[in-house]
């Protein structure tokens, strides 16, 4: 199978392929994606298109999606029409090391219009990091020519990765003491916890590698390990109460986003703080 991971939880289902998705995985995992209506509750001047119309014109401009997410509902009613996320790359970045993604966001029940933001996918870990701050978003209501509005964007996005990348081959030339880890991961678990309230796992757990090659001091690499770890969960901690407990995945894809982009301001703050 060329499915790297497969997951199901209480707040999303998630797919993520080493290969292009067709629309029949996607739609396994996202039938609001195909959704061939939208939700009633909008109005007449809610300009229906298919998010399946959008990636077909997409994917005819050289993107290919490799992840699809969508948001699980307690209504029934509202699984065909609700949030839903693709990463997609294009076709010169399918084979990198570390791949620039779009992130496209849409629903069909009026919670979100279409959105595109600036990802990075890492091979050796299989993370997906959101980059960059709420200023680089690019959204397109549901109204007028909207195919043609997302593929700009697209295209927006794909030429904004030079900063991103900037900054990521900066991170990486940029060497942490043990203590500079720790402090990362500190406020990176203040991130996730707020700051009342307990955190059931330590700096260090966070910045365990989970592999060998992720052993070096970089800031990239330490941002790697925390958002690997913080993301994925999975790690064994204690409650304020003492009680045994593990760390959830962060699948939801709001509390994703707005995660992972905080760890990616962190990180680069710390990279301009050692100049």
């Known amino acids: 199978m060329n499915t790297l991971a497969s ?36 109005s007449t ?14 994917r005819k401009e050289g993107f290919q ?25 294009h076709a010169e970045q399918i084979n990198s090391a570390e791949a620039n993604e779009i992130i496209l966001l849409n629903s069909h029940d009026g919670s979100s219009s279409y959105q595109m933001i600036a990802g990075m996918f890492r091979w050796a870990c299989q993370n997906g990091i959101v980059c960059g701050n709420v200023v680089n978003d690019i959204r397109v209501p549901h109204k007028g020519d909207v195919i043609r509005e997302v593929i700009e964007g697209a295209f927006t996005v794909l030429k904004g990765f030079e900063e991103p990348t900037r900054q990521r081959e900066a991170m990486a030339a940029t060497a942490l003491d043990e203590g500079e880890q720790i402090a990362f991961a500190r406020a990176a678990l203040a991130l996730r916890y707020e700051a009342d309230k307990h955190a059931p796992v330590t700096e260090q757990q966070l910045l365990a590698p989970r592999r060998a090659e992720d052993r070096a001091p970089d800031l990239w690499t330490t941002f790697n390990r925390v958002q690997e770890n913080m993301i ?13 407990t593990t760390t959830r995945a962060v699948t939801g894809i709001d509390q994703n986003i707005r995660l992972n982009r905080a760890l990616w301001v962190l990180a680069d703050e710390l990279r301009r703080l050692r100049g």
């Open 65 to 89: 999606p490799f992840m699809v997410c969508q948001t699980r509902v307690r209504n029934e009613g509202m699984r065909d029409y609700t949030k839903h996320m693709l990463r997609l790359r």
């Open 7 to 42: 997951r199901f939880s209480r707040n999303a289902v998630v797919l993520r392929s080493n290969s292009p998705l067709t629309n029949d995985q996607i739609t396994e995992v996202a039938p609001s994606i195909l959704a061939n209506s939208a939700h009633e509750s909008r």
């Open 232 to 244: 994925r969960g999975g790690l064994h901690g204690r409650t304020a109460t003492g009680r045994a």
């Open 45 to 58: 001047r809610y300009c229906y298109i298919p998010t399946i119309d959008v990636l077909d014109a997409l």
